[in-house]
Nanobody, 125 residues
Framework: QVQLQESGPGLVKTSQTLSLTCTVS??????????WRWIRQPPGKGLEWVGS???????YYSPSLKSRTSISRDTSKNQFTLQLSSVTPEDTAVYYC?????????????????WGKGTLVTVSS
């Protein structure tokens, strides 16, 4: 069974860069079993897809966040990382990493096979 664990600072200041890492166990981020997601949920709101990285390393970003988002991976550590620049208090959310087991699905916040527990990131003004 795949397990995912988010890690990173819980507090970021406005205009700084939010950086989170997802460590995957029980499966490899480079095999075509899964594509990998970052998803967030602001307080009192629904899930929002942030971006994805495929098993082959291709990246996909939400159009509304694309200019500020970068997703990368470290295959030697079986990890993938989210960087969100120029954050504002509106970026405060619980951030989740997740695994999508549906072949060819690379976007969206629904239908994930596995989820991390999530980590709250608060952006202070």
């Amino acid at each position: 069974q795949v397990q995912l664990q988010e890690s990173g600072p819980g507090l970021v200041k406005t205009s700084q860069t939010l950086s989170l890492t997802c460590t995957v166990s029980g499966g490899s981020i480079t095999t075509n079993d899964y594509n990998w997601r970052w998803i967030r949920q602001p307080p009192g709101k629904g899930l929002e897809w942030v971006g994805s990285i495929s098993y082959s390393g291709n990246t996909y970003y939400s159009p509304s966040l694309k200019s500020r988002t970068s997703i990368s991976r470290d295959t030697s550590k079986n990890q993938f990382t989210l960087q969100l620049s120029s954050v504002t208090p509106e970026d405060t959310a619980v951030y989740y990493c997740a695994a999508d087991g549906r072949p060819g699905w690379t976007k969206g916040a629904q239908g994930m096979a596995y989820w991390g527990k999530g980590t709250l990131v608060t952006v202070s003004s």
